[in-house]
């Protein structure tokens, strides 16, 4: 059997990303009124070892991907990729084919999407993508399963992204045609989403709006999502404050929506940056129901890259 991967959503099959987000929905169900750190009944994982490689800071993926493979039976390792003798120059290549002896599979969060790439073409086990500069998939599997928990339907959703068109807004992209919802990108000129990643999502016939005002982009939407303005390395802070300030998803920008309009980010959040205080603290928001659902959705992540 051929090893599988979890590393971007667009090489998928609708059908495997299908079953992945049921099983997440089927295994949260099945937890309700256990305590955390109760192991699932099956147990698919007893005797697994999942080892998570951190090069950048983490709270929500590191969490979601330790308890989620402790609950499945299994145990975790977490490795800070500068305390490893991977940030002392060993190749990332040499690095995977010594993790795959000792481990189950891994979970890295890095700098590089390329990064990634290399170590999983030489892995012998499942690597997982908990984030790069260019995606972040699991992210968007577990805002998929919130959606749909609330009653949305997937299939002929619109979803509007507002601000800078980064990774998660990539992996956006991606999932569109996979599940049948459009998506409207609305950013300033110079964050724009990368072409690559419109492309990919358009030559499947999904449909990917770009707008730069943000008004165009919520009109019709069922979905408002937003993210930080200053990510993780980023070193031109006020020049991008300045560029996104006008892009803030606010009280008024989601009446331009849908009635009833639903929002969503994948935190960490800066309260009077990318969103108002009333947005993300107010009956819309449905960020800590979206954060709760990364620990379901990596579970199902780990069940689909370790079992046939």
Not at 194 to 217: F, H, K, S, T, W
């Amino acid at each position: 059997m051929s090893i599988r991967h979890f590393l971007d959503i667009f090489p998928l099959p609708s059908s495997e990303l299908r079953g992945i987000l049921d099983t997440a929905k089927t295994r949260k169900k099945a937890r309700l009124g256990k305590p955390k750190g109760a192991v699932d009944g099956d147990a698919i994982l007893v005797g697994h070892t999942l080892a998570m490689i951190f090069e950048k800071s983490s709270t929500r993926t590191r969490l979601s991907f330790d308890m989620g493979i402790r609950q499945l039976g299994g145990t975790s390792i977490v490795l800070n990729a500068a305390d490893m003798q991977l940030g002392r120059g060993e190749t990332i290549e040499d690095t995977s084919r010594v993790l795959s002896r000792m481990v189950d599979a891994v979970m890295i969060r890095a700098n590089n999407h390329d990064d990634v790439l290399a170590f999983a073409e030489v892995s012998d086990v499942p690597v997982v993508n908990g984030l790069t500069n260019t995606s972040h998939p699991c992210q968007i599997m577990a805002d998929l399963q919130t959606l749909e928990e609330h009653g949305l339907d997937l299939k002929g959703a619109r979803i509007a992204w507002v601000g800078d068109g980064n990774n998660v807004a990539a992996s956006f992209a991606h999932a569109a045609p996979k599940f049948g919802f459009s998506l409207a990108v609305g950013t300033p000129k110079g964050y724009e989403l990368p072409e690559i990643d419109v492309e990919r999502g358009r030559q499947e016939q999904g449909r990917i709006d770009l707008y730069n005002d943000p008004i165009e982009a919520v009109a019709g939407a069922d979905v408002v999502v937003a993210d930080t303005f200053v990510s993780m390395g980023d070193t031109d802070a006020d020049k991008r404050l300045n560029d996104l300030m006008p892009f803030q998803v606010t009280q008024d920008l989601m009446n331009k929506a849908n009635g009833g309009a639903k929002f969503l980010h994948c935190l960490p959040a800066h309260r009077g940056e990318e969103v108002s205080a009333d947005v993300i603290d107010g009956p819309a928001s449905l960020v800590f129901d979206e954060a709760e659902n990364r620990l379901h959705a990596q579970k199902a992540v780990l069940e689909w890259c370790l079992t046939s």
